[in-house]
């Protein structure tokens, strides 16, 4: 009898430790081939000028890559890293490898499910399947208390059945061993340059440096709950407060469940934040499954667009280079701009500012984020903008996502603020009025 071969795609699923395709093709198969791919689609210049990819994610996603093939070679495997299109590379790969399935963990944004439609067209002209999995969530899909199509618009409805009715599945098991097929040539994980892109600046203000990597993962989320953080608290103390989990989260480097079972390892209740975090995740993902593509539309899944500027170009540029006059809206930009990061307090502000304030197109704002953040996932990202221009979840739900402090009603000589805004005391006495 023919050894039985498994292809393991990885995508957003960087990590063995709770990697239910892995885990199951370890037992389905007599030989694991592990995949990444580099696509160029996500290097590539957007038709409205910015980076689909910008540098800070770039580079978490090579180090999260380079570390899971590190931990893979510590068992006896290896990673085979291509770059190409999946719906050319996946089948070519498949048939030199004498594969007879291929797995994947399969996203719920249209671009990336085209992706995978892609991939499974090609595959069935060579007589392969395609497994699709769903392990981005803290919740399975098929646990759900409703079917996908009547999830409640409403988050607080949505959190209400969901923790009434479903539990949170255990963790999966570690594959004890992994069986590789001969790889000749595993292939050279690309540098930013070779990507187009640039090395972004260490910014000496930057306190809380993020490493790609299931290894990295795993120490800060020890660190978190073992309270390690307190002193990066102390210097940015109100602005970069949170667990500062969302970029492995974003890459699959931990998983959610990994996450929630800390949490109540630790009591349960050690973050009432962390997890309400993990549910709003859950939410946005399962509401793209409910309305596709309707989050990238202005009018998102309501009736109508907000009400936009007529200059809102204008207001745009000065919103992205941190020029609209307002201390903590300009702090909270200027430090995306050089970190790739601010955290959700901050994100919610500038994103309500730009929208209610200076009536831009929430699209815009959503795009912008796309290229900068370094935990960008688009079903939170587009879902959250959506929120808060009022075309997504019902607004009632407020009382769960936005501040209510007015971004203006900041202290200008607020820690956060002296140390993002590029303005000395006087500049900043001025524009506080």
Known sequence: MSERTILVWFRNDLRIDDNEILLEATRKADKVLPVYLFDPFYFKITPSGTQKTGSFRAKFLIESVHNLRENLRAMGSDLLVRVGSPAEVIPALATEFGV??????REVAFEETAVSEQVEAALWKIKLNLKHFIGHTLYHKEDLPFPIKDIPDSFATFRKKIERDSNVRVIAASPEVINTPTIAEPGEIPTLQDLGLEEPADDPRDHFHFAGGETVAHQRLQ?????????LHSKVKNANSGSHLSPWLTFGCMSPRQVYWQSVKHGQKTDARLILELLWRDYFRFMFKKYG????KADGFKDEAPKVSADQYALLEQWKSGNTGIPFIDASMHQL???GYINNYCRQMVATYLVKEMQVDWTKGAAYFEEKLIDYSPASNWGNWAFIAGVGSDPRDNKYFIPAKPAAAHDPKDDFIQTWLPANGAELDAMAG
Do not use: I, K, M, P
Request: hydrophobic share 45%.
């Open 337 to 339: 701009a050089a970190t």
């Open 100 to 105: 007879n399935e291929v797995y994947h963990h």
């Open 223 to 231: 660190q978190f709950f073992a309270g390690y953080d307190l002193a």
């Open 293 to 296: 593509n309707q989050f990238f």
